[in-house]
């Protein structure tokens, strides 16, 4: 079975821009969440989505956003980049009930210059 | 806003198992205690998680006390490979947030 796909590894942009980043689940998962990981922050959650809604939000500005498609992939939207925006951008999906164990992707590093 | 408490590192000779402490004292009924692992720039690895009983799987071992105010896990046969950040995690089933704390850091020697 495939793991968490998302895409793409890596992105540099620049202060101002916006950026997508996507996200496929394991097959079956209906759950997605997304992660924000910085050495000076740590990991922390963004939100989380299921069948297309967002039931989980973080403590992050409205410029960080979301969306989750019909077939259980997500996108997350950062507009109007900041330099505080670089950092490793985790997704995990979820079998919710499974005792809600989140399987991890490989991440996205997005540099702001 | 993590509810555990881990030393920040250790060390460990590859062969010989590795013991990881993780207190939570405050810990409610309802709550899981549940382990990941994040090697070097890569994402978070699940490892484990119990309620009370004692776990076991293909990776580790998961001991808890039975005030379940800490536990511990055990990587029975460490390898270079198990070099990471080990994280203990507790929460409600039912929360679909993980709430990452700094964790250990573990050194797998040769």
């Known amino acids: 079975k495939a793991g968490v796909t998302q895409t793409p590894r890596y992105l540099i942009k620049t202060r101002g821009q916006q950026v997508t980043l996507s996200c496929s689940p394991i097959?079956?998962?209906?759950?997605v969440s997304w992660y924000q990981q910085t050495p000076g922050q740590g990991l922390q959650f963004l939100f989380e989505?299921?069948?297309?809604?967002?039931?989980n939000k973080g403590n992050f500005p409205g410029r960080f956003s979301g969306r989750q498609f019909s077939n259980s992939r997500s996108e997350m939207n950062v507009s109007t980049l900041e330099l505080g925006d670089s950092a490793l951008y985790l997704c995990?999906?979820?079998?919710?009930?499974?005792?809600?164990?989140?399987?991890f992707g490989a991440g996205t590093r997005l540099s702001v210059l | 806003d993590a509810k555990t408490t881990q030393p920040p590192s250790m060390d460990c000779a590859e062969g010989r198992a590795a013991n990881l402490p993780c207190n939570h004292s405050?810990?409610?009924?309802?709550?899981?205690v549940y382990w990941y692992r994040q090697i070097h720039s890569q994402g978070p690895q699940y490892i484990i998680h119990?309620?009370?009983n004692n776990e076991t799987n293909e990776m580790a071992s998961l001991i808890i006390t039975e005030d379940r105010k800490s536990s511990t896990l055990i990587l029975p046969h460490a390898t270079l490979r198990d070099t990471a950040v080990y994280y203990c995690?507790?929460?409600?089933?039912?929360?679909?947030?993980?709430?990452f704390g700094a964790g250990t850091t573990v050194t797998v020697r040769a």
């Open positions: 995990a999906s979820s079998l919710r009930g499974d005792g809600n164990i989140q399987y």
């Open positions: 097959s079956g998962h209906r759950s």
């Open positions: 989505y299921f069948s297309e809604t967002q039931r």
């Open positions: 405050t810990i409610s009924g309802n709550e899981y």
């Open positions: 119990g309620l009370k």
């Open positions: 995690i507790v929460r409600v089933a039912s929360d679909y947030k993980l709430s």
